[in-house]
């Protein structure tokens, strides 16, 4: 259970959320990623935006693919590209925690290794959390695991330990192929 004491805006300004299919604004690349500091009041200058936007573009290894097309409406970037956007959009505002719902599902092979490597990196400064109904993705990308079955925790625990030697019966069963 969570519990927060504090302002949707603050809880928002916390939380980044990445869906299963990207979702640009309808506005330029560069509002797009700069929206989040703009609405909660972190940037001060011009300077300052056009900072975090490029920083936040670099970040998702989008910078060199859009840098001389910042005006250009995100909706016209590639899947791939879209969901980079997305990505460069939520750690704008400096989360603490990605909140991400089967981030390269509707990707190919070569974008859902981009955004899985991405995912690597920025695990080293937020907290990711990751809803996937891929077993290798979660395997591949993920330090601690949780399995769920019918909307109930079943067990937790390191990935390794999880994947190779589960506790429970269901959860063996799910790694297994013989429910699911």
């Not at 809880?11 to 299919?21: D, E, S, V």
């Not at 625990?157 to 790694?175: M, V």
């Amino acid at each position: 259970m969570f519990f927060y004491c504090g302002s949707k805006q603050a809880l928002h300004a916390r939380i980044g959320m990445l869906f299963q299919k990207p979702n640009p604004f309808p506005k330029s690349i560069f509002e797009n990623v700069v929206y989040g500091p703009r609405i909660h009041s972190h940037v001060k200058t011009k300077t300052d935006v056009e900072e975090i936007a490029e920083r936040s573009l670099h970040r998702a290894g989008l910078w060199l693919e859009v840098k001389d097309r910042l005006q250009e409406p995100g909706t016209v970037l590639s899947g791939r590209q879209q969901q980079r956007l997305c990505i460069a959009r939520a750690n704008t505002v400096k989360p603490r925690i990605i909140l991400a719902g089967e981030p390269a599902s509707a990707l190919d092979p070569v974008a859902t290794a981009v955004i899985e490597e991405l995912i690597d990196e920025l695990r080293k400064i937020y907290t990711i959390v990751i809803v996937t109904h891929s077993m290798q993705q979660a395997a591949r990308v993920s330090h601690r695991t949780a399995f769920f079955h019918m909307g109930i925790m079943v067990e937790t625990g390191a990935t390794k330990a999880l994947f190779t030697t589960p506790c429970d019966e269901r959860t063996q069963n799910y790694i297994s192929g013989r429910i699911g």
